[in-house]
Structure formats: structure tokens, C-alpha cells
Nanobody
Framework: QVQLVESGGGLVQAGGSLRLSCAASGRTFGSYYMGWFRQAPGKEREFVAA????????NYADSVKGRFTISRDNAKNTMYLQMNSLKPEDTAIYYCAAGVSIGMFPSDSARYAYWGQGTQVTVSS
């Protein structure tokens, strides 16, 4: 089992940047495929980005490609999401998630067994 804690959210103006962190404790962090998801008010949770166990493979939602970068430091048991050129439509609660059996579906939230409590990101226009 793994426990996940997000941090780094906040209020930023459109065009600004934020870096989210996801700190993991428990079972070996490097054995998990990791992902970021977000949920805006009144909307379903959606995939943002995912990264493989060793960090060599990444996936992004079309809406964030070229603006967001996912990374991980297995020595520090931490995953990151660097968010640049933020837009008001990026406003949401951002969740990190960990999974073992992701297969070919890194954007499928049902494949992630462990979730953090979320961190709020608000982008003002």
C-alpha cells in the first residue's frame, strides 16, 4: 500500500506557472505507475498526465500537451507536475494517483488503486 500527499496548489494568474508535488510513503515508490488527474466543479474527473515506473515513458491529455510536464524522482519518492502557461480552464482540484496494473491504459482512472486528497489550483483571468 502507498499513501499519497499532494502539495503546491494555489491561486495564479492566467499565463503563470505552478509546480505540484506528490509525496509517497509506504511500499516502494518505484514499483508504481503514477498519474495526475483533475476535477473541475460540476465536471467529471479527467486525466492530465501519467509517467511510467522508471520515468522513461509519459502520456499527456491533449489539453495540456506542450504546457505541462510530468516527472518523478524515485530516490525522493516524489512525483511532480510542472504547469506553465496556465489557463482559467485549468482550474480544478488536482489529484495524484498510483497504480500497479496500468497496462496500455494510463489515462483510465479505474486502473489506479491509490489516490491523494487533492490540491486546489485556481487560475484567474
Amino acid at each position: 500500500q502507498v499513501q499519497l500527499v499532494e502539495s503546491g496548489g494555489g491561486l495564479v494568474q492566467a499565463g503563470g506557472s505552478l509546480r505540484l508535488s506528490c509525496a509517497a510513503s509506504g511500499r516502494t515508490f518505484g514499483s508504481y505507475y503514477m498519474g495526475w488527474f483533475r476535477q473541475a466543479p460540476g465536471k467529471e474527473r479527467e486525466f492530465v498526465a501519467a509517467i511510467s515506473r522508471g520515468g522513461s515513458s509519459t502520456n499527456y491529455a491533449d489539453s495540456v500537451k506542450g504546457r505541462f510536464t510530468i516527472s518523478r524522482d524515485n530516490a525522493k519518492n516524489t512525483m511532480y507536475l510542472q504547469m506553465n502557461s496556465l489557463k482559467p480552464e485549468d482550474t480544478a482540484i488536482y489529484y495524484c494517483a498510483a497504480g500497479v496494473s496500468i497496462g496500455m491504459f494510463p489515462s483510465d482512472s479505474a486502473r489506479y488503486a491509490y489516490w491523494g486528497q487533492g490540491t486546489q489550483v485556481t487560475v484567474s483571468s
